[in-house]
């Protein structure tokens, strides 16, 4: 068991306080994303921290961010974008190479899904040979823009042999998805799972969905991990508790709505709709760090370093005793 870094976020930490902190909570392994260290693109550092990750026993995955173009003159640019974080992953001694296609579904590019995830191919199919030459695998993380069907066909077309998932439980509900249902779909190409908790609940103008600390939302994480070790390969298990963001409403009840999703399948969103119906808004303090529109009051900041340091800590312990991870501990 490890701990993603993007949860710690407002702790402005550099990545060697990261890694004491993960050895300091006694468990296996840190998943680098998004590094706010002054020093992240540094060929030197990517060494010392590889060094340090050793030293500390701790498996150390990373990546990079989107890689999906907006326009076709930015190709190119993608496409050295991905090869820049192969060589920061393979430097860092990362296995796998995080990779995210886009923010979310109202980020993608005009035009129709198909013309998107044919663009993801191609981009991917233009970087297999640097990818398998550096003995790496291409992780694309479940986001909040593909469904989980879509996702295979991307990583299926591009071929398996250096691409896979990267398996993040609260991002299917931002695209109307039961986690269980990602799993199913994806299984065979999981590189990486990171748990997030989520409340999915009915609300008058469709279903509501907040991120919430593990254990505390209506994601049956024992049944879910069951289910992973029966179909996936063998992987690190990362806690990843992003929260302090408010609900967010899939307004499904307005028929302009489903043009966002013209293929969606009825069996999934039927499965999803009945995870609504079981839940209920979350009852418990939180400190809301996004707030629509405008940056978080200078005020929030220690109180968001707080929650997050809090929120994780609570996570990592409910993962250990609920659900029996963790091989240091």
């Given at each position: 068991?490890?701990?993603?870094?993007?949860?710690?976020?407002?702790?402005?930490?550099?990545?060697k306080?990261?890694?004491?902190?993960?050895?300091?909570?006694?468990?296996?392994?840190?998943?680098?994303?998004?590094?706010?260290?002054?020093?992240?693109?540094d060929?030197?550092?990517?060494?010392?921290?590889?060094?340090?990750?050793?030293?500390?026993?701790?498996?150390?995955?990373?990546?990079?961010?989107?890689?999906?173009?907006?326009?076709?003159?930015?190709?190119?640019?993608?496409?050295?974008?991905?090869?820049?974080?192969?060589?920061?992953?393979?430097?860092?001694?990362?296995?796998?190479?995080?990779?995210?296609?886009?923010?979310?579904?109202?980020?993608?590019?005009?035009?129709?899904?198909?013309?998107?995830?044919?663009?993801?191919?191609?981009?991917?199919?233009?970087?297999?040979?640097?990818?398998?030459?550096?003995?790496?695998?291409?992780?694309?993380?479940?986001?909040?823009?593909?469904?989980?069907?879509?996702?295979?066909?991307?990583?299926?077309?591009?071929g398996?042999?250096?691409v896979?998932?990267?398996?993040?439980?609260?991002?299917?509900?931002?695209?109307?998805?039961?986690?269980?249902?990602?799993?199913?779909?994806?299984?065979?190409?999981?590189?990486?799972?990171?748990?997030?908790?989520?409340?999915?609940?009915?609300?008058?103008?469709?279903?509501?969905?907040?991120?919430?600390?593990?254990?505390?939302?209506?994601?049956?994480?024992?049944?879910?991990?069951?289910?992973?070790?029966?179909?996936?390969?063998?992987?690190?298990?990362?806690?990843?508790?992003?929260?302090?963001?408010?609900?967010?409403?899939?307004q499904?009840?307005?028929?302009?709505?489903?043009?966002?999703?013209?293929?969606?399948?009825?069996?999934?969103?039927?499965r999803?709709?009945?995870?609504?119906?079981?839940?209920?808004p979350?009852?418990?303090?939180?400190?809301?760090?996004?707030?629509?529109?405008?940056?978080?009051?200078?005020?929030?900041?220690?109180?968001?370093?707080?929650?997050?340091?809090?929120?994780?800590?609570?996570?990592?312990?409910?993962?250990?005793?609920?659900?029996?991870?963790?091989?240091?501990?």
């Amino acid at each position: 068991m490890g701990l993603n870094t993007y949860c710690l976020r407002a702790l402005r930490w550099h990545d060697k306080p990261l890694l004491d902190y993960c050895a300091g909570l006694k468990l296996d392994a840190v998943f680098l994303q998004d590094s706010l260290d002054p020093a992240t693109s540094d060929p030197a550092h990517w060494k010392e921290v590889r060094d340090y990750a050793t030293r500390l026993g701790l498996h150390l995955e990373t990546g990079g961010g989107g890689i999906l173009p907006r326009t076709p003159d930015a190709f190119e640019a993608s496409v050295k974008n991905i090869e820049y974080n192969v060589t920061r992953a393979k430097a860092l001694g990362s296995p796998i190479v995080r990779c995210v296609l886009a923010a979310d579904r109202g980020s993608l590019p005009p035009g129709p899904a198909e013309q998107h995830m044919e663009t993801a191919i191609r981009l991917l199919r233009a970087v297999r040979s640097r990818v398998m030459d550096a003995g790496l695998k291409l992780a694309i993380e479940v986001h909040k823009d593909f469904q989980a069907w879509e996702h295979r066909i991307i990583i299926e077309s591009a071929g398996r042999e250096f691409v896979g998932t990267y398996l993040d439980t609260g991002n299917p509900v931002f695209v109307l998805e039961d986690p269980m249902t990602t799993l199913e779909e994806l299984a065979p190409f999981v590189l990486t799972v990171h748990l997030r908790d989520s409340v999915v609940y009915e609300h008058p103008r469709g279903i509501a969905v907040q991120w919430v600390p593990l254990g505390e939302g209506h994601i049956d994480f024992k049944r879910f991990l069951a289910r992973a070790r029966e179909i996936c390969p063998p992987t690190h298990i990362y806690i990843k508790p992003i929260t302090g963001r408010p609900p967010y409403v899939h307004q499904y009840l307005d028929p302009g709505f489903w043009k966002t999703y013209p293929k969606a399948r009825a069996g999934d969103f039927a499965r999803f709709l009945a995870m609504a119906r079981g839940g209920t808004p979350y009852d418990k303090p939180m400190v809301v760090e996004d707030i629509p529109g405008r940056k978080a009051p200078e005020a929030f900041t220690a109180a968001i370093q707080h929650q997050q340091k809090e929120h994780m800590e609570r996570s990592i312990a409910y993962a250990r005793r609920e659900l029996g991870l963790g091989v240091r501990s």
